[in-house]
């Protein structure tokens, strides 16, 4: 799998705007609940035999609802689920992915993705009574899209979290940097990741896959974080 977060960075640089967040908010319309997120994830799973099943709990990366699965099968592939709140939001997260053509598939369907070895996430479109082909292409998004600025805070947030956990002397040494982008976010990260104990996540592996699915758990609050600071009074 190759995602945004598995290795990204935060830096300064590349998240100047930012600053939109001060005077910008977000406006939503009805939403599947996540209970609604998790049984349609149950029943796609089934299509799935895995050794190895870990939850994501959220998407770190972006202001949508997020539930999803790491089917880690017999021979060591890996099959991810995820189901989102919007057929859009589905589109969005892809966009961050990098499909590996030599053994990753993808087959996305209104308001979900499969990503994996080309049989199993036939299966899962199987599971799904839909005859979505699968590619190696990433979809594009609909036209008129208008980035969500809340999902580029939760971008960076989660970086700096990533980074913490990571590489705590380059957290250290880049802390006034985030700071300029962000005002709060370093001791926000400190504060979610002692929330969530730090020790489960230090002691994983970034590439183990349980780290990310240990990683998500973040998900609300840094979304909470990220609203709290698009409403807040920049004086």
């Not at 990571?166 to 990741?193: H, N, Q, W, Y």
Request: charged share 20%.
């Amino acid at each position: 799998m190759a995602l945004m977060s598995a290795g990204g960075r935060a830096t300064a640089a590349g998240a100047i705007s930012l600053a939109v967040l001060v005077s910008s908010s977000c406006t939503s319309t009805a939403t599947p609940t996540t209970h609604d997120l998790a049984a349609e994830l149950e029943k796609l799973g089934v299509a799935l035999t895995c050794v190895r099943a870990l939850p994501l709990y959220d998407d770190v990366y972006h202001l949508a609802s997020m539930r999803g699965t790491i089917c880690v099968d017999s021979d060591g592939s890996i099959t991810q689920i995820r189901v989102f709140d919007s057929p859009t939001a589905s589109l969005v997260a892809l966009q961050d992915w990098a499909i590996d053509t030599d053994s990753q598939w993808l087959v996305q369907n209104s308001n979900w993705f499969a990503i994996g070895p080309r049989q199993h996430v036939e299966d899962v479109a199987t599971q799904a009574e839909v005859a979505v082909p699968p590619t190696q292409s990433i979809p594009v998004l609909p036209k008129g899209y208008r980035p969500n600025p809340l999902d580029e805070c939760a971008q960076f947030v989660s970086s700096t979290a990533y980074t913490y956990l990571t590489d705590a002397s380059t957290f250290d040494s880049d802390r006034s940097a985030f700071e300029k982008v962000l005002p709060g976010v370093t001791a926000e990260v400190e504060s979610l990741i002692q929330k969530h104990d730090s020790a489960d996540l230090r002691g994983l592996a970034p590439e183990d896959p349980a780290f990310e699915s240990e990683f998500s758990r973040l998900g609300p609050d840094v979304k909470s974080f990220c609203r709290d600071s698009s409403t807040a009074d920049p004086n």
